[in-house]
């Protein structure tokens, strides 16, 4: 029994609960379960480093890291992830998300999404991207089949750090979100060839790092 009996067996899945209450570890004799509110004292640092798939490790708070996972797994879900070209680490009962494909990680936080032309399909839609942290600086989805409206992105409500934004080659529609300019770290926005209508808005004035925007082949005038 203990933890010699759990660190000396071999770790099958391991699952957290929605509410990030409890934590179940399913070994090859039988499951562990632990509450939520002793897993800092109760979960030994070597279990993390040598037992858990893809070197998960246990420096990224767990609220944040299971919030991070069931928000990808559900951005999968809704953008056809069993379709696309690569996935791997999505499709793992639990893993860590910095070490899944296309995701790029600083700090334990989420820096980058990069699934460009990777057959990415789907409707983008609000709230899509909640829950994924306020660190994300890169956002490529581009020579994808997205579908939906940039307001829907909400990229000034969820990622005030954005830097670079690839959605070219897509099929969205709408006009160019104007409140983008609230995002001062904004210096790359390629949305080329898609079917996006109206204005340039002027607000986009303000945004002193921005240095590439590629919009050609929509159907903006001005």
């Known amino acids: 029994g203990g933890w010699d009996t759990v660190k000396a067996a071999a770790v099958q899945s391991v699952f957290i609960s929605d509410d990030a ?6 070994i090859t004799q039988a499951p562990v379960t632990i509450e939520a509110d002793t897993l800092t004292a109760s979960l030994p640092s070597s279990l993390f480093q ?6 998960c490790t246990n420096t990224w708070p767990i609220a944040n890291l299971t919030l991070a996972t069931s928000q990808l797994l559900d951005l999968y879900t809704a953008l056809n992830g069993p379709s ?19 995701i790029s990680c600083l700090n334990n936080s989420i820096v980058g999404i990069y699934l460009g032309n990777n057959n990415v399909e789907g409707v983008l839609s609000r709230g899509m991207f909640a829950g994924l942290g ?25 990622f005030p750090e954005l830097q670079s934004l690839s959605l070219m080659v897509n099929n969205l529609q709408g006009t160019l979100p ?7 770290t904004l210096h790359s926005i390629h949305l080329y060839r898609n079917t996006l209508e109206g204005t340039i808005p002027s607000e986009w004035g303000n945004l002193s790092r921005l240095s590439t925007v590629l919009l050609h082949q929509n159907a903006l005038i001005g």
């Open 50 to 55: 040598s037992h858990l798939p893809l070197n």
């Open 134 to 158: 306020e660190n994300l600086q890169h956002l490529h989805l581009g020579h994808n089949k997205l579908n939906g409206t940039l307001d829907d992105l909400e990229l000034d409500t969820y």
């Open 178 to 184: 104007p409140q983008w300019a609230a995002i001062p």
């Open 84 to 102: 696309w070209t690569l996935s791997t680490g999505w499709t793992l009962d639990l893993a860590n998300p910095c070490a899944w494909y296309g």
């Open 21 to 26: 209450s409890t934590l179940v570890i399913n």
